[in-house]
């Protein structure tokens, strides 16, 4: 059969569209916070109002992980793979031509949806096609799309947006600057990528496998060059496990391990979308002019491209979990110099963020990894989606809590805590697993 069947590719263009897609996701985890001055200034509201916007994106997202888990457990990871990018692209395109702010907010919100449904099928099918001995590095390299996103719409944003002075001159004037649009209209871009997924991404062979569908399966693996041990071995897993979607997650033999995934999660979901979100405006809090909040934003995503990469190669070489725990409290420190900023320096700023992205967005994607390599493939976009979208809560409140500390000092040693948390729940998940062997292979576990 293999000599009849003509080789479409590798994994590595797969993984190369997965890094597209996680892009789309990093470009809109950074927009907001990027152009949130800019909103301010156009539709002339406060912080809470557009923090308000912010939670209730990140929740419909939420929404969008927890559906979209299952239903990539049954219907498998292609299609919502593109359909999420699909309605992304469209409906954060249209930010840019929103006349108010309820219409602006809609936009956000629907958008939250359809990206939601994207990253548990992405997760699953990464390592699906990924050698068992590299998944986390796959599962890293396919996640740097997401600081490369932040980086990409921090270097348009710089390009475009006005200054705080420029702003402060315009308000004054009555007169509202769009240069806001140009960033959301960059989102409608990633539709580019649609054609291409349609016609040439395939459909997990791990999946079709533990469905039964054998022969499509086997078709695929040798026009994409996987092993076809790797693929038996998930559908044993598969087979011995039972039932799979939710009521394998949350079984016995799983429940506890789901319980601290998701709280780390959490933790992380704090991390990310608060300091993100907050901090070029914190920075100008601080007493710091000019764009230099931004190119804060622009180090912690440099930082987040450097941990990720780093951080996957070596769990790859050992436990996941024993690098995570490290990342966290780097991310602590990190915090505790970003919060006294105004009395070290800009050069102290931008070093912390730098160290913030590396820590924070490195061990988020360790953990995601760690998740798809702890479940079969027939519970792999539940496990993903239930963790990831109850951690959400994380993600809504993150926003909230630099609106809710007037000092930015305050706000930052909040987010502290949480690292230190994290590295706390980490070392409970790894006395619970006993740093016993992992499902999928002997390095890709906690």
């Known amino acids: 059969m293999k000599s009849q069947i003509k080789k479409k590719g590798t994994p590595g263009f797969i993984l190369g569209l997965c890094f597209l897609t996680m892009l789309g996701d990093g470009f809109d985890l950074t927009i907001y916070g990027a152009t949130l001055p800019s909103l301010m200034h156009q539709f002339g509201t406060n912080r809470q109002a557009l923090a308000n916007i912010h939670s209730a994106t990140l929740a419909a997202m939420m929404v969008g992980f927890i559906i979209s888990g299952p239903v990539a457990d049954r ?48 997760i699953s099918l990464v390592a699906e096609f990924a050698p068992r001995e590299r998944r986390q590095s796959y599962n890293g390299i396919a996640l740097l799309g997401y600081p490369f996103g932040s980086i990409v719409v921090t270097i348009i944003a710089l390009s475009v947006l006005p200054k705080a002075s420029e702003l402060a001159v315009a308000a004054a004037a009555g007169v509202p600057l769009g240069n806001w649009r140009v960033v959301y209209g960059f989102a409608a871009l990633f539709l580019l990528i649609v054609p291409i997924m349609i016609f040439r991404l395939p459909e997990s062979p791990g999946f079709l496998m533990a469905k039964g569908r054998e022969e499509e399966a086997l078709r695929i693996v040798h026009e994409w060059g996987v092993n076809p041990d790797d693929v038996y071995a998930e559908k044993k897993l598969s087979d011995d496990a039972g039932a799979g979607g939710y009521k394998m997650v949350l079984s016995r033999k799983y429940i506890v391990a789901t319980i601290i995934f998701t709280l780390v999660v959490f933790c992380q979901q704090v991390l990310t979308y608060g300091p993100n979100t907050w901090l070029p405006a914190m920075t100008a809090e601080m007493g710091f002019v000019g764009m230099q909040g931004t190119w804060a934003l622009l180090c912690m995503s440099f930082g987040a491209v450097v941990g990720t990469y780093l951080g996957s190669r070596i769990a790859d070489q050992g436990s996941g979990t024993r690098t995570i725990i490290p990342y966290f409290l780097l991310a602590s420190m990190s915090l505790i110099v970003l919060a006294f900023g105004r009395e070290l320096g800009a050069a102290a700023i931008f070093i912390a963020a730098f160290f913030a992205g590396f820590s924070i967005t490195g061990s988020t994607a360790l953990m995601y990894g760690i998740i798809a390599s702890h479940y079969p493939v027939s519970s792999r976009g539940s496990a993903i989606g239930f963790c990831v979208g109850v951690a959400r809560f994380g993600g809504l409140l993150g926003p909230q809590i630099g609106a809710l500390f007037l000092a930015a000092k305050a706000g930052l040693l909040a987010f502290m805590t949480l690292a230190l948390a994290g590295a706390i729940l980490v070392t409970i998940l790894r006395i619970h697993e006993g740093h016993r062997p992992p499902a999928l292979g002997p390095r890709q576990g906690a």
């Open 75 to 122: 219907i498998g990871r292609r299609i919502p793979i593109i359909s999420g990018l699909l309605m992304f692209s469209l409906l954060n395109g249209a930010c840019a031509l929103a006349t108010s702010l309820s219409m602006f907010g809609a936009l956000r919100i629907a958008s939250g949806i359809f990206l939601g449904s994207v990253m548990p099928s992405v």
